[in-house]
């Protein structure tokens, strides 16, 4: 199996030869281990200062090769004696007797934040080629017709042994020149760069990152500012700042509400793998909004992107889709298998259609008791629908001892969040006289707010009674 290593010297390799050495440092080696602190004897070189780096690697094997174990920071210098601790590194612990190798830090020490995607890319790492190296620094250029990079963004150099990827450091991008060409400053430098090694840029580095930690602490005292920081982020390429600006934008939090800004955000972050952003953008193209042409079978696409990725209302919504075969073909085999993966994890409106299946056989055998259950749970969890569904379990004795009562309440509730359907079975309650005195008057209000969200059979209703709405 392939695999990707980050190391810190490679020596005498075969395809890249004695291009990868470190030039003259001091060096000695480990005396001393106690955790993450070591002492290191010198034998050669300057005298080291404390805030040097200490690369610590394993005795070199038959075939001259050295592999660093990680990096450590000196803290204080005796003569000869060095003492440091540890900053990175792969895991392994350092033991006494391995070679150590002493210089000045590398770059500013920035330490940058997570890689984040690169919007419009199907992952999260841009590949380019090395084109020039100038000592440590390098140009590039970043291939594919749509691959950009930004200052700050993270370069990361390789070069392939078989089918393993050895990483030799990271660059900053420090300029994108008009001809595409980028220049990249050296991070953090494990081997010295050539121009056969292959590049890949990181949207990262410490500039968006840290815009994006300001922005999070801000949501709760100052929303506003805090969108203007995410999508300062989000321009500087962060998905998960793109993400959360588009929540904000379909929410109004701290902006007012605009569907477009957020549809266009959502799929930033939604090309470059956010799973929640993949989620909201198929359910703003299987619903049209926010400008977009209605198209549930795109949506699909986008909720199987979020699936993947273990998004439980990407499940509940796709399995919506396969159960009334929009844009999809239809499949109750699989939306119970993915309704239950979200209802695993609360996602109420699973909960809610797991009811509905159990109710009316759909994918499953019919059962009452078991969708009266599954309703009970979505309506605890606030589920409007749920809610409406368990009133209407309540008033017919489905799958649980009829009670006018309660099903008075669960409508009640519903109600209490606009939901039409509740709205409209609490006036029929009223104007047949169920668990409540007959109440004309209170029958019409209730068809009115049923009518004016949209319930036909409400429309109708009030039609024959001669009221409007």
Not at 100 to 127: F, K, Q, W, Y
Not at 241 to 261: C, H, I, K, N, T
Not at 362 to 378: I, M, P
């Amino acid at each position: 199996m392939p695999t990707r290593f980050r190391i810190g010297l490679i020596v005498a390799l075969v395809l890249v030869g004695p291009a990868l050495g470190l030039s003259a440092q001091t060096r000695g080696e480990v005396s001393w281990v106690d955790g993450d602190t070591i002492v290191v004897s010198v034998r050669s070189g300057p005298t080291p200062a404390v805030g040097d780096r200490v690369s610590v690697s394993r005795p070199l094997d038959a075939g001259g090769n050295a592999v660093a174990i990680g990096h450590w920071t000196v803290t204080d210098v005796q003569g000869t004696s060095v003492r440091a601790v540890r900053k990175g590194g792969i895991g392994e612990a350092p033991r006494v007797g391995m070679v150590a190798t002493i210089g000045p830090p590398h770059g500013d020490e920035l330490r940058p934040g997570p890689d984040v995607p690169v919007p419009g890319s199907p992952s999260s790492g841009v590949p380019g080629a090395v084109t020039s190296v100038r000592g440590q620094d390098i140009t590039l250029r970043v291939l594919g017709d749509a691959a950009v990079a930004a200052v700050g963004d993270r370069v990361e150099l390789s070069f392939a042994v078989g089918e393993d990827t050895i990483v030799v450091g990271t660059w900053r991008v420090t300029a994108v020149r008009a001809d595409g060409l980028v220049d990249a400053a050296p991070v953090e430098v494990l081997a010295t760069p050539t121009s056969v090694m292959k590049a890949t840029v990181w949207a990262t580095g410490s500039r968006a990152d840290a815009i994006f930690q300001q922005a999070s602490g801000l949501r709760g005292k100052d929303p506003a500012r805090a969108v203007e920081l995410f999508l300062q982020a989000a321009a500087a390429g962060h998905a998960e700042a793109a993400e959360q600006a588009g929540f904000a934008f379909m929410e109004g939090r701290g902006v007012p509400r605009d569907d477009a800004r957020a549809a266009a955000l959502f799929r930033q972050a939604a090309e470059a793998g956010r799973p929640k952003a993949q989620n909201a953008y198929g359910a703003f193209l299987t619903t049209g909004r926010g400008g977009l042409a209605k198209d549930p079978q795109a949506g699909a696409v986008w909720y199987r992107k979020a699936v993947a990725q273990g998004e439980p209302q990407a499940c509940s919504n796709l399995c919506g889709l396969l159960l009334e075969g929009l844009g999809v073909e239809k499949d109750e085999a699989e939306a119970l298998r993915l309704c239950l993966l979200a209802a695993a994890q609360d996602r109420s409106d699973a909960l809610d259609r797991l009811g509905w299946m159990h109710q009316y056989g759909l994918g499953v055998q019919k059962d009452l008791a078991k969708a009266f259950k599954y309703y009970e749970r979505a309506a605890r969890l606030g589920d409007a629908n749920g809610q409406n569904n368990l009133g209407t379990m309540y008033e017919n004795g489905w799958g649980v001892s009829r009670d006018l009562e309660q099903a008075l309440a669960w409508f009640r509730q519903s109600a209490a969040q606009g939901y039409p359907w509740a709205e409209w079975n609490l006036g029929r309650m009223y104007q047949e006289g169920l668990g409540v005195p007959r109440d004309e008057a209170t029958a019409i209000e209730h068809f009115r707010r049923a009518a004016r969200g949209g319930h036909q059979a409400a429309q109708e209703k009030l039609r024959q009674l001669g009221q409007t709405w």
